[in-house]
């Protein structure tokens, strides 16, 4: 035997070759693995920026309304009549400052909410409720007639009644209809 066999050499050669095969077998199936992990991953960032655009969304809708309310209830507290002819107006001129609260930018420079409606309804007077009911066209409200002695019992009332009592039915009818619409 002279030439000695090298068995540390043989082994390590033959795990070398084992590793090199196995690496190579098992290669294919780490790059499908990464290739499904980066579409998952993908698939993952397009949900939540979606969900993000969406909460967006939600919260620019949110906030309009909150706005809107706003406007409305302090054109509502200052007696405007006419709230969304007044709301279309103003709702261009009113913005959310940087702390949150609601400003209205005009000539004047920013003011809060309150005092720039405050003031547009000082020079707009005709979206506030008339000070003088009537107006052109409008004839003078009749007079009711006074009470009828003798209540009236719809029962009574029929077909058959003289013109008398029909009358004397319209007047009653008439007398409470006013009282009613002048809130007495």
């Known amino acids: ?47 939540v920026n979606e969900l993000v655009e969406e909460n967006k969304r939600s919260r620019d809708v949110a906030e309009e309304a909150q706005r809107s309310s706003s406007i409305r209830s302090e054109l ?51 979206f506030l409720p008339a000070r003088i009911a009537g107006g052109a066209g409008i004839h003078g409200s009749q007079k009711a007639p006074a009470p009828i002695s003798g209540a009236i019992d719809l029962d009574q009332i029929g077909p058959s009644m003289s013109k008398e009592e029909l009358e004397r039915v319209r007047q009653e009818i008439l007398r409470v209809a006013t009282q009613t619409l002048r809130g007495a």
Do not use: C, W
């Not at 002279?2 to 790059?31: C, F, L, W």
């Not at 006419?82 to 209205?104: I, N």
């Open 1 to 47: 035997m002279s030439e000695s066999i090298n068995v540390h050499g043989i082994v390590q050669q033959a795990i070398e070759e084992y590793m090199r095969q196995d690496t190579a077998r098992r290669e294919p199936a780490y790059k499908t693995e990464l290739q499904e992990e980066r579409r998952r991953r993908e698939t993952l960032e397009k949900r």
């Open 76 to 126: 509502q507290r200052l007696g405007v009549n006419k709230v969304d002819l007044a709301y279309k107006a103003v709702q261009d001129a009113v913005v959310r400052g940087d702390d949150g609260r609601l400003l209205a930018r005009s000539e004047a420079g920013e003011q809060n909410l309150s005092d720039f409606l405050s003031s547009f309804v000082r020079e707009n007077p005709e």
